[in-house]
């Protein structure tokens, strides 16, 4: 009986998407907001595309966003938009498309050799890796540093260095798993390798409405902070922040702490990507048109 239930439960779910995608557009847009979350400016994207996964970077006087777009039904590209400082933008400049769907273009910067060298791993989970790239010419160019892993179904990957290690967050999916509904960790003590140990408590999260990664991991007066996703209801549905108690190789412990809802006021059902710079907070939310 529980499993008929549940099948009629998915069923349903199934049937009523199917109307909402003949009825209404989806449409995930950019909210540039203050450090405090004051909403600052909307970046809206032509009405056949939608832009996600904002991950802004201020770097030599100037505020990055790489954001991932996607046109109709075709898969997602990775690019990059500028933000002047009126808070106009630049056009959407393409720097990573593959013949698979690409999005989370998780950006961060290292110093090797007394030169700042900035890293992407985006998400890459048709093609079933977690890949490492790095910039030849920032921010318009990128080639592959390095395959992570191999033959996994990750989502959403994060990397954190705590404690003298590196931290991969991901959410790894399978028959059994989905990748909504579990959040897996792996470390190392460098992130330019393919031999990651595995948390022994993998995975560390195992619930849809607070697994998956929605965005990198801050800190903020010493204490670690880890964004993400509630899926329960719908995907992306809404943000929780995470205070992160334990992290070691052998524990991890966190509660939540605030949830994120996407704003009424702006007819916004969904929010799922949440990400810092020095002067600016980012975030996307998807809105719901009527088609006719």
């Not at 770097?59 to 109709?72: S, V």
């Not at 890459?124 to 033959?151: A, G, M, Q, R």
Request: hydrophobic share 35%.
């Amino acid at each position: 009986m529980r499993m008929k239930y549940q099948n009629k439960k998915i069923t349903f779910k199934r049937i009523k998407n199917k109307i909402l995608r003949t009825i209404f557009n989806d449409q995930w847009s950019l909210l540039v907001c203050d450090k405090s979350g004051n909403i600052l400016k909307e970046i809206t994207p032509p009405d056949d595309r939608f832009y996600a996964d904002p991950f802004p970077v201020e770097y030599n006087g100037k505020t990055y966003i790489f954001i991932e777009q996607q046109i109709g039904h075709g898969n997602g590209t990775l690019g990059v938009i500028e933000l002047y400082n009126d808070l106009s933008c630049s056009d959407f400049y393409p720097i990573l498309e593959k013949n698979y769907h690409l999005s989370f273009p998780n950006i961060f910067s290292v110093v090797e050799n007394n030169q700042l060298t900035w890293y992407m791993i985006p998400e890459t989970h048709e093609n079933k890796t977690i890949d490492l790239y790095y910039s030849t010419d920032f921010p318009f160019k990128w080639e592959l540093k390095l395959t992570l892993k191999e033959n996994v179904i990750a989502a959403d990957t994060t990397l954190f260095f705590h404690d003298n290690l590196w931290w991969l967050f991901t959410s790894i999916g399978d028959k059994e798993k989905p990748v909504n509904s579990n959040l897996s960790l792996f470390y190392s003590d460098s992130f330019k390798t393919d031999k990651w140990k595995a948390h022994p408590l993998n995975p560390v999260v195992s619930t849809l409405n607070n697994s998956r990664m929605a965005g990198k991991i801050f800190t903020k007066d010493g204490i670690n902070y880890r964004p993400s996703q509630n899926c329960k209801i719908d995907y992306g549905k809404e943000i929780n922040i995470n205070k992160i108690i334990t992290l070691s190789p052998n524990e991890y412990k966190e509660e939540i702490i605030e949830t994120i809802y996407p704003e009424k006021r702006l007819h916004a059902i969904c929010t799922h990507t949440i990400n810092y710079s020095e002067n600016y907070l980012l975030r996307d939310i998807k809105k719901r048109k009527r088609r006719f």
